[in-house]
């Protein structure tokens, strides 16, 4: 049993070590130079199936996810404010993603795959259709997905679509504890308990 282990274990480390890699390369290759705390966020996020960003506003969260998410379709949920940031970071970091922004309610579809396609809170389904394989979704201030709203229910459907058809997930933050310690334990919760790394 053990040298089995040891060469999964092996296998394990050798994949992500090529995902933190080809993720630097990605962000390299779009001509804009990343920090150093940035390529290592980059490599963190990139070595993982669901990750929890929590970084002080202005230290580059948005553009730490697009380097990190591998080839293929990108689901971005934001505010509603938010999404021409990601449509223009997308045409900076991500060059190989074309980017839309959904408006109003009934607008919701997933991305195709070469395609970058941003959503706000308000107006996700009630039902999602059948999630296609590869679909990595960002959940911009995820801290507004707390409780049991009606927008957390939907979101949660939406992450569980995508973990299901083994997608990756990221949540981003720049203020994960609003008033109280609990509120941490809700948000950790949209990755199903437990099943989230954290930086």
Not at 4 to 27: C, K
Not at 116 to 140: H, K
Request: net charge positive.
């Amino acid at each position: 049993l053990e040298a089995p282990f040891v060469a999964a274990l092996g296998a394990y480390r050798q994949g992500r070590d090529l995902a933190a890699r080809a993720a630097l390369e990605r962000s390299d290759a779009a001509g804009l130079a990343l920090y150093p705390f940035q390529r290592v966020g980059v490599a963190w996020l990139a070595q993982r199936e669901r990750a929890l960003l929590a970084d002080s506003p202005g230290l580059g969260k948005t553009c730490m996810a697009l380097a990190a998410v591998p080839p293929g379709p990108v689901l971005v949920i934001c505010p509603a404010v938010a999404k021409g940031v990601w449509l223009r970071e997308t045409a900076r970091w991500r060059p190989d993603l074309s980017a839309e922004a959904l408006h109003g309610r009934g607008s919701f579809h997933w991305p195709a795959p070469t395609m970058l396609t941003a959503t706000n809170y308000d107006i996700l389904p009630e039902e999602p259709p059948p999630c296609p394989p590869g679909v990595s979704i960002i959940l911009d201030e995820i801290h507004a997905i707390k409780g049991k709203s009606l927008r957390t229910r939907r979101a949660r459907l939406l992450i569980k679509a995508v973990r299901a058809a083994g997608g990756k997930v990221i949540g981003l933050s720049g203020t994960p504890l609003l008033n109280r310690q609990a509120e941490l334990a809700s948000l950790l919760e949209y990755a199903e308990r437990k099943c989230v790394d954290l930086i």
